[in-house]
């Protein structure tokens, strides 16, 4: 157990660690591997195989595949890998858990205008994926993303989203599990938009809900806290509140009026098909 704890705290740091066995978690270290979640091409050595001034786009694509993040202009690419490098275990309360611990690896790639490489840089990230505008320094979903949601968009704004979540079913264990998404969320006048934080400004929408493919949309509560729960007609479901800009603190009024929007288009087109 000590050597596993040295290991640990050597990877995240004392601080890290104390926080998450203070927590009531047991941590087991792994040899890292590929989660399977992330392009496996990217290596600590891909940026040397990377010249600025001499590789052109096309052997970077040839090299590493399509990027998983382009910037709007075309300028930046950038790839992520992911690899799992311990085990967690949380006892404890009327919920035990589990998961993984992951490390990383992102490569951004800047081209100029005759499309040769002009810049590449590693970075890593630890335990969750960095926003992609963040990695690649580019506005991002906070400047772009909303921007493109906002033109088209009654109402719109930060959100935490809760996929396959019914309300506050079974809450602790989705946090844990890490099934909370922090992003952005529009509601058009024929769909729900919603743009996961992870996501490059100029990306497709994680999700994207007609209002006629819904089935119902209600209110849940949980002590002082509301969230929207939308279902399809083939029984998906959906949770989310609008929060203040950090991201954290709930937006009680915009998320009732959320809840009246969705649930006057469901109405309205229950009333065009009858």
Not at 64 to 79: C, M, N, Q, T, W
Not at 175 to 198: M, S
Not at 243 to 269: C, E, L
Request: hydrophobic share 40%.
């Amino acid at each position: 157990m000590k050597e596993m704890i040295g290991r640990f705290t050597r990877t995240l740091g004392l601080a890290g660690v104390l926080a998450v066995f203070t927590s009531g978690c047991l941590i087991i270290p792994t040899p890292h591997f590929d989660s399977g979640k992330a392009g496996a091409n990217l290596d600590k050595k891909s940026p040397q195989r990377i010249e600025p001034g001499v590789t052109r786009r096309e052997q970077v694509l040839l090299q590493l595949g399509e990027p998983d993040a382009v910037s709007s202009d075309k300028r930046k690419i950038a790839y992520r890998s992911e690899k799992v490098v311990a085990y967690w275990i949380a006892a404890g309360g009327y919920q035990a858990g589990g998961g993984t611990l992951t490390k990383d690896r992102y490569l951004v790639v800047e081209f100029d205008e005759c499309g040769i490489v002009r810049s590449r840089e590693m970075s890593s990230h630890w335990l969750s994926s960095a926003p992609w505008d963040s990695v690649m320094k580019t506005k991002g979903w906070q400047e772009e993303s909303a921007a493109i949601i906002d033109e088209v968009s009654i109402i719109c704004g930060r959100v935490q989203w809760f996929p396959n979540t019914d309300g506050f079913e079974h809450w602790v264990g989705k946090l844990w599990a890490g099934e909370l998404v922090l992003g952005y969320l529009g509601l058009t006048a024929d769909a729900i938009v919603f743009r996961d934080r992870t996501q490059s400004g100029n990306s497709t929408p994680e999700c994207f809900l007609p209002y006629k493919s819904l089935k119902d949309c209600r209110l849940a509560k949980f002590a002082t806290a509301w969230r929207v729960v939308v279902r399809t007609l083939d029984n998906q479901v959906y949770s989310f509140m609008f929060t203040n800009p950090s991201g954290w603190m709930q937006d009680k009024k915009k998320t009732h009026v959320a809840y009246d929007f969705i649930h006057a288009r469901i109405a309205k087109g229950t009333d065009k098909s009858k």
